[in-house]
């Protein structure tokens, strides 16, 4: 069973910065895509951030510029780091682990509240 684990999210006051981490487990294959998905409160989740396993990037316009993703592939974890936070960031964030033929797994969720 493939298992995400996730951690790092928060409070933080509009400009702050805050790195959420995802690791994959149960599985001895890799992801061939890690991705970062947010929900906001009223509305559908949307895809911000994505990583192939070798290391391309897509971004969602609204996060370009303030939002890295990156990833470890030895320890099958992803990170997102966020800056210049803003309170439209405030949402529940989750993590995302696609192996094609294989998985399509999610974490728990993460909140991360944007506000002074």
């Known amino acids: 069973q493939v298992q995400l684990v996730e951690s790092g999210g928060g409070l933080v006051q509009p400009g702050g910065s805050l790195r959420l981490s995802c690791t994959v487990s149960?599985?001895?294959?890799?992801?061939?895509?890690m991705g970062w998905y947010r929900q906001a409160p009223g509305k559908q989740r949307e895809l911000i951030a994505a990583?192939?396993?070798?290391?391309?990037?897509n971004y969602a316009d609204s996060v370009k510029g303030r939002f890295t993703i990156s990833r470890d592939n030895a320890k099958n974890t992803v990170y997102l780091q966020m800056n210049s936070l803003k309170p439209e960031d405030t949402a529940v964030y989750y993590c995302?682990?696609?192996?094609?033929?294989?998985?399509?797994?999610w974490g728990q969720g993460t909140q991360v509240t944007v506000s002074s």
């Open positions: 995302n682990a696609v192996r094609f033929g294989g998985f399509n797994s």
């Open positions: 149960g599985s001895i294959f890799s992801p061939n895509v």
């Open positions: 990583i192939t396993s070798g290391g391309s990037t």
